[in-house]
């Protein structure tokens, strides 16, 4: 593997001080929570970092803290953590599911949830090193190639997919990201965290170079609100999201107030459906309105060669989580 | 690179604890009794190698403490197999895909082909070599041999690593959640029956074993 | 819960001690223990590691190699391309692709290089260097500067059969025969038109197959090490003795000057009985440098730089009578071989039938992909999906159930195949039965209601187990210890724990007074290899000779005295004359196939299978579970895609692969019916490959069963199993 230095951070602040100093001597500086993902890129030389600048030692990076507001996760908290931490279990099972689903239980003991939502594609063009956009190039591969896993929503110039799994769940929960620099912290919508590649195809998300995610602060839940994750994959496990879902509607006996359904696998962001959403909410749910949310879900998909079966698989993603949320199944 | 002075937070779990206590001395000695591990504080380095960013640290490898000084961009595989010659520990990918090289850390599995060395600083590792106890094999490496869990053997470190961390956090466990436990760790030979067969004949063993009153 | 496996005896076979008892295998402490030592668990003292620089180019023509950054970095000690040299790698390609053999590299036009120029395809070794760690060797390959002439490149077979394709050979891109002819290999029987004529139905199609991947766990890895003129080469192979031979040819050395050691191997699946370019390349590094060297191969270099099943393309045109008996087979394969031979390319099913017109016409084609050669049945599940798959059809058309249609038209042991014993209709029977075929099974495929639908299918397999020459040595000391030396490897199957069993039971004594030595070249005779499903066979019927050879001894002259040893020798060639020797199996499998999202869930898998006489049923049963396994992968997931603009690697490793995982294969339920035709030791017959080699044609047919639409192309993705239903 390259050859690079290690320094453990104490605190955010200071994380991101390192890695601008770094920047302003000419190295490059990444950042390891869990870490699993960035030796990967690593040793494929996908990222050359001169300065790993380690995460892990942040105290207090990790907790689930719970307030009237709601619940802070720090974005150091592992997705083991999540899966089985009892008040997002309960209060958010979306998440507690779309952590619980994510690689092997080998990477969800070291996997954050702030990389999770900050990973990098993993389109085979870029993994291999192509020179495409995502790699600093100016092109992407999968558009004549092979596309069968890319998007189907919200393409171009770059078809990646969004490989997060909680990604979905934090934009269809209203999360909030709450980002350190420097010289301060900022908070971002998880609905504006992500980046479509028409803003700008070399990255999927808003975090500058010096930049980490300190939390991600979940509103408390209305009175109601049931959710769920549903996750198609190709092999049974370790791999990405071929198409899923995070349903997360208000119930009010068998009628839906407000719905928020958002997809992943199917956009280079965590795509939500907001013409789905305004069909089921003050809704009944029936068999009969999840199948024509079904149908409203891939209005607009514009499949590529190879990967037009997403959208069949879209509908029948939709369809049944929509039910099960609403307990119909 | 300076070493880090802190002292690291003290998370082991009861299971690691346990056998810490259990084997130090014994550890140690067969560490001893292996050519080619690394004095204390010194890992050997071939000559002309170049100098590298290395920060000393201070872990404990299966159950007996060490002090290394190690490369910044050593994997913890890298320093178990090649500096410490503990090669039970297995790879298969190198990215993070396949679980052959997963060990025990500080009570949870880890791919220890991508978890650099420095991050273990202040933290307890279990590999393969750690689990007999006094030259006895544990219940569940016995199990693996009586169910015919290995096939060409290669993913089996990995195996029972994974295994063994279950079995700590759920004694008994049934075939499907054998199976979702272990899902991190591929196995070629496809002897994914068998393996899960041996988990849960060692989960069902001990299980026994407890309610007879013994070894608790 | 089962008897697992349940087994069967036929009249023929009668109970042994050590033979047929479940029995853990004899290094099972040090597999579990991490003692078993692979090859890059090898470490010797000043070992220098080695990288390999790979061609980024499907098709190029090397103009020049810059060294001097690479030379310039510290801690680099040796460095090697095609330009300081040139050996053949005999094992590497083979005119005709069959077995490979030294006259064969006399024979072969078409050379294959440790390093070859021009390059044919992405990932073919460039140049390799060796430094003092592997960050350094990383480094330096990096630091090579290659100028390239780019030529144009082919990865498609039946592209490549074009007149215009771009060539990879001046003789062209159809493969040379073993005569050096490029021409396509025919075989056939009756006259085909005349089948079709006599046809009531006949069908047509075309069915495809994918590049899978062995993906075997442990990476390549090589250490070489020489002691003045003598080589040592640490390597993960099959077969120790033909690796070592091959060796010794390619470099121009005496064979006892070369020393092969492989004690444990990670996963064999094919291909590797027999040298590879990089036991040639690590030691010619060594040479060079003068000193060990090791080569480690990464996931990727495995993928890229080695070998998987070959693709095929295959036309199928059937004839069958309204009875449902068959009239005609003509087959078309084109497959695809990558740039250099390894393997015939040919597909096996045909012969599976009782039929009295066929043809089979097979297209080798060369292209720029990583070259394909021996995985698992090398011939066979490739070939036994399709003719199973469209069979399958045939009998819905003629309204036949396709168990009953499989029992008329199978190969019969009778004068056209004389079998050393037949069990074909036993395994289809037994397995339909135990499977409940009847209850299972839909008359109408795709009938049923909702989004999840079941079915279920049955595929059946007739596998060679030929008897053949292989060696064993066994003494005995004073105290009646005995010593064993088999010249194989543990590659997965337990072959050491085998022949021990063969012996200790032959000898009447415990397991525990037989100590095997095995895996070296230095202290072990010829063994056939672990490639073809045959050490139980044939190094078995060595050991089974050289312990009644010991036994006679023993009886005349009595145990040795003080550290005398007996000593006995055999390398039996047996024979069988006149007949066919083969395993026979049958799988039975019902799914559920989500309409909505495409994916396919194991309900029951029964496996029936007739191996002989089974030496160890422990070891023996997980064979069968580890290859159904193996054929779900290549069922359903793994297909090595390329980019086609720049014929560059896509499925690079395990990610990409999507080898199937602990959640992804059901347990199967494995009957043995034994039997002992009188070959082999005991009547043993073939297992390792058999379990693999019917399954993606029975999943084929389970999901046809389910659906009502045949999926043609391998592997059955969702998106295939959507694209169909659309
Ligand atoms: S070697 Fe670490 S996961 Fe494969
Ligand atoms: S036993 Fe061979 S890979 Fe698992």
Same mark, same amino acid.
């Given at each position: ?133 995502? *790699?600093?190039? *100016? ?135 907001? *013409? ?54 | ?107 949870k599995t880890v791919y220890s082909c991508s978890y650099l060395a420095v991050w273990a600083d202040g933290k307890s590792v279990t590999t393969v070599e750690g689990l007999a106890k006094n030259g006895a094999l544990d219940p569940l490496q016995q199990a693996f041999v009586v169910h015919d869990a290995p096939q060409c053997g290669f993913c089996t470190s990995g195996q ?57 | ?26 290094? #099972? ?18 070992? @220098? ?22 030379? #310039? ?38 050379? %294959? ?9 992405? +990932? ?9 760690? %592997? ?5 330096? !390959? ?96 099959? =077969? ?39 036991? $040639? ?9 003068? #000193? ?33 008996? $068959? ?6 394969? !084109? ?33 720029? %992909? ?75 495929? =795709? ?19 030929g008897v053949g020459n292989s060696s064993a040595v066994l003494t005995v000391d004073a105290r009646g210890q005995y010593t064993l030396y088999v010249g194989v490897t543990d590659v997965g199957p337990g072959a050491k724990t085998t022949m021990n069993i063969i012996a200790a039971d032959e000898l009447g004594v415990p397991l525990s007074q037989v100590k095997v030595v ?74 559920? !196939?989500?309409?909505? @999202? ?36 290549? #069922? ?10 720049? =014929?560059?690697?896509?499925?690079? +490793? ?53 659906? =009502? ?18």
């Amino acid at each position: 593997m390259k050859t690079f230095a290690n320094a453990n951070a104490r605190s955010v602040q200071d994380a991101a001080r390192r890695a601008r100093d770094a920047r302003q001597t000419g190295q490059h500086a990444s950042f390891a929570g869990g870490g699993t993902d960035l030796l990967q890129l690593v040793k494929e030389r996908i990222v050359s970092p001169d300065l790993i600048v380690n995460l892990k030692t942040i105290p207090n990076l990790s907790q689930v803290t719970r307030s009237s507001k709601g619940v802070s996760i720090g974005g150091l908290a592992t997705l083991d953590a999540i899966s089985r931490d009892e008040t997002i279990r309960r209060d958010y099972p979306v998440l507690a599911e779309a952590a619980a689903s994510v690689a092997t239980p080998q990477i969800r003991n070291v996997g954050t949830i702030g990389g999770n939502i900050a990973q990098r594609p993993w389109c085979w063009y870029y993994r291999n090193g192509f020179p495409c956009y995502k *790699n600093g190039g *100016n092109q992407c591969f999968s558009f004549a190639g092979e596309n069968q896993f890319h998007a189907i929503f919200g393409g171009g110039p770059s078809y990646i997919v969004h490989p997060s799994d909680t990604a979905p769940a934090l934009v269809a929960l209203g999360a909030t990201i709450r980002i350190a620099g420097p010289s301060g912290e900022r908070a971002v919508p998880a609905s504006e965290f992500f980046v479509l590649p028409r803003q700008n195809a070399a990255v999927e998300n808003v975090l500058a170079d010096d930049e980490v995610i300190a939390s991600v602060d979940l509103p408390s839940p209305v009175a109601g609100t049931r959710s769920r994750y549903f996750k198609v994959t190709d092999r049974e496990t370790w791999t990405h999201a071929v198409v899923s879902a995070a349903v997360v509607m208000q119930m009010e006996g068998e009628t839906c107030r407000a719905a928020h359904v958002v997809l992943g696998g199917v956009a280079p962001i965590p795509w939500r459906l907001p *013409n789905v959403e305004q069909m089921l909410a003050d809704q009944p749910i029936t068999e009969d309105l999840a199948a024509r949310a079904a149908e409203a879900a891939v209005a607009g998909a514009r499949p590529l060669s190879h990967n037009a079966y997403k959208i069949p698989m879209t509908k029948g993603v939709v369809r049944r989580t929509v039910l099960q949320v609403a307990g119909k199944t | 690179m300076s070493t880090d002075p802190e002292k690291p937070t003290e998370q082991e779990s009861d299971v690691t604890r346990r056998e810490f206590l259990g084997t130090a001395g014994a550890a140690l000695v067969v560490a001893a009794a292996v050519p080619g591990v690394a004095v204390e504080g010194q890992t050997a380095r071939p000559a002309g190698t170049p100098s590298r960013p290395r920060t000393q640290i201070r872990l404990t490898v299966n159950g007996a403490q060490r002090r290394l000084e190690v490369d910044d961009h050593w994997t913890l595989a890298e320093m178990l197999r090649d500096h410490l010659r503990l090669t039970g520990t297995k790879l298969g990918c190198e990215r993070g895909e396949c679980g052959a090289c997963t060990v025990i850390l500080d009570g949870k599995t880890v791919y220890s082909c991508s978890y650099l060395a420095v991050w273990a600083d202040g933290k307890s590792v279990t590999t393969v070599e750690g689990l007999a106890k006094n030259g006895a094999l544990d219940p569940l490496q016995q199990a693996f041999v009586v169910h015919d869990a290995p096939q060409c053997g290669f993913c089996t470190s990995g195996q029972l690593m994974s295994a063994k961390a279950l079995l700590s956090a759920n004694p008994a466990p049934t075939v499907a959640e054998v199976h979702a436990a272990l899902a991190g760790n591929l196995c070629r030979c496809s002897n994914y029956s068998r393996i899960a067969e041996a988990v849960v004949a060692a989960g069902a063993a001990g299980a026994t074993r407890r309610t007879s009153g013994g070894g608790q | 819960m089962q008897d697992n496996p349940r087994r069967i005896a036929t009249s023929s076979v009668s109970p042994m001690k050590a033979i047929g008892q479940p029995t853990p295998r004899i290094d #099972a402490a040090d597999r579990v223990s991490g003692r078993a030592t692979y090859t890059r668990d090898v470490y010797l003292d000043g070992m @220098l590691y080695a990288q390999v620089l790979r061609s980024p180019h499907p098709h190029a023509r090397i103009r020049s190699i810059d060294l001097s950054r690479a030379k #310039a970095l510290p801690g680099v000690k040796a460095i090697v391309t095609h330009e300081n040299c040139n050996y053949v790698w005999g094992a590497g390609s083979i005119a005709g692709g069959v077995q490979y053999n030294d006259d064969l590299k006399k024979i072969t036009k078409q050379r %294959r290089y440790a390093f070859n120029n021009p390059v044919r395809y992405v +990932g073919e070794p460039v140049a390799a260097v060796a430094a003092v760690d %592997r960050h350094v060797a990383e480094e330096a !390959v990096r630091l090579i500067t290659v100028d390239y002439e780019v030529l144009p490149f082919v990865l498609d077979q039946e592209e490549a059969l074009k007149p215009d394709a771009p060539k990879l050979w001046p003789e062209g891109n159809i493969s040379l025969t073993a005569r050096n002819e490029a021409a396509p290999t025919v075989s056939k029987r009756g006259d085909v038109e005349q089948g079709f004529r006599e046809a009531d139905h006949v069908f047509e199609e075309r069915y495809s197959t994918a590049m899978c991947h062995n993906a075997q766990m442990e990476p390549r890895s090589v250490v070489a090490h020489w002691e003045g003129d003598k080589l040592t080469v640490y390597t993960p192979t099959g =077969g120790i003795a033909n690796c070592h031979h091959d060796i010794a040819r390619d470099l121009g050395i005496p064979d006892e000057k070369v020393r092969v050691i492989c004690h444990y191997m990670g996963g064999n699946f094919g291909n590797k009985n027999q040298n590879q370019d990089t036991d $040639l390349i690590t030691a010619i590094l060594a040479k060079e440098a003068g #000193a060990p060297v090791k080569l480690e191969f990464s996931r990727k270099d495995d993928f890229i730089g080695m070998h998987g099943r070959w693709p095929t393309v295959q036309y199928y045109k059937v004839g069958v009578k309204n009875d449902g008996s $068959l009239t005609a087979i003509q087959l078309r394969t !084109v497959s695809n071989m990558g740039p250099y031979r390894k393997n015939n390319g040919g597909v096996a099913g045909i012969e599976l039938y009782e039929c009295p017109h066929t043809e089979s016409t097979l297209f080798p084609m060369y292209t720029n %992909r990583t070259t394909s050669a021996n995985y698992r049945g090398p011939n066979d599940p490739q070939g036994y999906y399709p003719i199973q798959s469209l069979m399958d059809d045939v009998a819905y058309a003629v309204k036949m159930d396709p168990v009953d249609f499989i029992l008329k038209n199978m190969v019969k042991d009778g004068p056209r195949t004389r079998f050393t014993n037949y069990t074909l209709d036993e395994c289809i029977r037994k397995g339909a039965e135990l499977f409940e075929w009847k209850k299972r099974w839909k008359p109408v495929a =795709g009938s049923g209601d909702g989004p999840i639908k079941r079915g279920a299918g049955v595929a059946f397999m007739s596998f060679r187990s030929g008897v053949g020459n292989s060696s064993a040595v066994l003494t005995v000391d004073a105290r009646g210890q005995y010593t064993l030396y088999v010249g194989v490897t543990d590659v997965g199957p337990g072959a050491k724990t085998t022949m021990n069993i063969i012996a200790a039971d032959e000898l009447g004594v415990p397991l525990s007074q037989v100590k095997v030595v095995w895996g070296d070249t230095d202290t072990c005779p010829y063994s056939v290899g672990e490639s073809g499903s045959r050490t139980t066979i044939m190094t078995g019927e060595a050991v089974v000779t050289a312990a009644r050879d010991l036994k006679k001894q023993i009886a005349e002259k009595g145990l040795p005295t003080g550290t005398g040893l007996l000593k006995a020798s055999a390398s039996p060639n047996p024979r069988v004359e006149g007949k066919t020797r083969n395993c026979f199996g049958a799988h039975f499998v019902e799914v559920e !196939v989500d309409t909505e @999202l495409g994916g396919v869930r194991f309900l029951k898998y029964v496996a029936v299978h007739e191996s002989g006489r089974i030496m160890n049923p422990l070891t023996a049963t997980s064979q069968i579970k580890g290859g159904v396994g193996m054929g779900i992968g290549m #069922a359903l997931h793994e297909d090595l895609i390329y980019d086609r603009r720049t =014929g560059i690697p896509l499925v690079t +490793g395990y990610y990409f692969d999507r080898i199937p995982t602990h959640l992804d294969v059901p347990d199967v339920d494995v009957t043995f019916i034994e039997a002992d035709d009188g070959y082999g030791p005991y009547g043993a017959k073939s297992v390792g490959e058999s379990g693999m080699i019917q399954t993606p044609a029975v999943i084929s047919n389970a999901i046809y069963n389910a659906i =009502g639409k045949r999926i043609k192309d391998l592997p059955i993705t969702r998106a295939r199993i959507l694209g169909a239903l659309a």
